[in-house]
Every structure is written in C-alpha cells, then in structure tokens.
C-alpha cells in the first residue's frame, strides 16, 4: 500500500471512532438525559373529565364535592355552568362527559323527552327531593287554592328563579291550572334567597319557588303550600347523567358515578357552609373531609 493509501485508511478510521463516539454521548450537560429511545414509556397525560351542572345553590353544592372526588382520583376537572335547557343539549352533543344536576322525574322531566335518548341515565345520586311554591310558617294559608284571596299581602308576586328552570315552567303551569292572579316574577337562585331572606327579616308575606333540599329550610321556618292538582308531582329524585361512550372511554370515572350516593342533609350542610361565607371549594372540602367512609365507597374502597 502507498504512504497515501495508509493515510486515507487511517482517516477513515479515526472518523468511523469519532461518530460512534458522538453516538455515545448524546446527552446533555449536567448529567440530563436525552430523548429516550423509541418504545420508552412516558409519564401519561393527566385525566381530564368536564362536568355540567345549574346554577342551584343545591347543584353548586354537589357539584363541587363531585369535583373534588375527581381530582382525588387524579382528574383534571372542568366545571361547565349552564341552565337548563342546555346541560341537556350540551351533554347529548359530548360537549361535557356527566352532570350529576338532573332532577327527575317532573323538574326536568321535558328535558330528558327530548334529550334523553341521547344521554346515559347513570343512576340516581340522591333520593328525596320535591319542588313547590314555598312560604314562611307565619303565612296563614296552607294551600295554592288559597293564593287568590290573599294575593294582595303577597303583592301579587311569586318570586322565582333563572328562566328555563324546570321549576319555573311547573309554576307558570300552576298559575294557569289553578287561575292565579300573580305575577311569575324571573330572577335566580341567589335573588329568590335574598328576597326571601329579607321578607323573613321583616314578617312580610312572601312565596317563592321552593326545592328541597335547600339551606333556606334550615334556616327559616318555612312549609310548602299544598298542591292538590298535584302540578308539581311528588317526592322525586337527583339523578346522574352521561354522555353516550363515558362507560367505555373511561370505566375508572364512570364506575365512581355509579357509586356516587348522598342524602339531602349531606348536601344541605354544603349548602350551609357556604351560605355561612365559605367558599364553595372549601365548603366541598370540609365535607369531603369529614366523610372519609363515604368518599371511599364512592372509590369502591368499601
């Protein structure tokens, strides 16, 4: 071989040393690591789940302990405030995985005709509940029928909440069944406490639309006005809602829905909490806290 041959292969093989060399070393300074080679496993993405509800003070209350189990079992939680009309819409197009908002089977009865079949009936979460027109004790009459001969002490008004609420569309019935002369009067959920807080403060005559469970009832002495005509139905339930495919996407989530159960105390001492200056996470939290048998058999620990 010529001098310049050997030069050639001696070139060629301090190169061939340089990349393997280079290959070896591809980390980067301070000792961290590079990309890791291809089929490593990576951390995975958090869980994300969207959740729906009313803007009850009941639905706030429930809705921020559901939350709060959620990022327990390591979720990243939206909470999507909506009225009625389109929670159901929302959750039969996917534009959020559950609500656990709906009462049934009166209040939001027309929303789940004509959304139902498009939506998972989950379960019920809550047993016990009803709506109604809702006055102080020391009002003198006991029966919607009564309203009329009366309607001047309650100025001729019954103070509501949001429009579109189911329990708003139960009173403009009652109003045409049993002929009231009053005003439904539109307002929210806060509005209607507020007014009734302060109607109560002065003895003033006032009636409301009413659900239970609230923290008002614990707060006040109030009574529901009997509903002979039976408009407002009977005692009903909260039920959990999903969007078609939850049970398969995701079983971890849709297992603690099915599981998750509570009674009207439970979410009227939320309520109370915060109506007594808590914040609604931290309302949650104690609660959640202070039921740690509870929260487990909704993790199926139980």
């Not at 190169?15 to 951390?43: I, K, N, S, Y």
């Not at 159901?88 to 996917?94: A, E």
């Amino acid at each position: 071989m010529t001098q310049s041959g050997k030069i050639s292969c001696i070139l060629v093989t301090l190169l061939a040393v340089a990349c393997l060399f280079a290959a070896g070393c591809t980390g980067t300074q301070d000792g961290e690591d590079g990309p890791p080679p291809a089929g490593t496993l990576q951390p995975s993405e958090p869980k994300s789940i969207a959740i729906g509800y009313v803007l009850w003070d009941s639905e706030i209350a429930s809705t921020n302990v559901i939350k709060q189990v959620f990022e327990k079992a390591g979720y990243d939680v939206r909470l999507i405030a909506v009225d009625a009309a389109p929670l159901y819409q929302g959750l039969s197009k996917g534009e959020f995985d559950f609500t656990v908002s709906s009462w049934l089977p009166r209040t939001h009865g027309s929303y789940m005709e004509k959304f139902g079949d498009r939506i998972d009936e989950v379960g019920r979460n809550m047993n016990g509940t009803r709506i109604g027109l809702v006055v102080p004790t020391y009002v003198t009459i006991d029966s919607i029928e009564e309203m009329n001969g009366v309607k001047d002490k309650f100025d001729g008004t019954i103070t509501g909440i949001e429009p579109g609420a189911g329990i708003m569309a139960a009173t403009e019935e009652a109003i045409e069944e049993y002929g009231l002369d009053s005003e439904l009067v539109y307002s929210s959920s806060a509005g209607m406490a507020s007014a009734l807080r302060k109607a109560v403060q002065n003895e003033e005559w006032i009636v409301v639309t009413g659900w239970t469970p609230h923290w008002k009832f614990a707060r006040w002495d109030l009574k529901y006005l009997e509903d002979p005509k039976g408009v407002y139905g009977g005692e009903e339930y909260v039920a959990t809602l999903a969007r078609t495919g939850l049970a398969e996407d995701d079983p971890e989530a849709y297992a603690i829905l099915q599981r998750f159960f509570w009674t009207p105390e439970d979410m009227q001492a939320v309520m109370l909490d915060i109506d007594d200056g808590m914040s609604e996470t931290e309302a949650a939290k104690k609660w959640l806290d202070d039921h740690p048998d509870q929260v487990d058999a909704w993790f199926g620990k139980a």
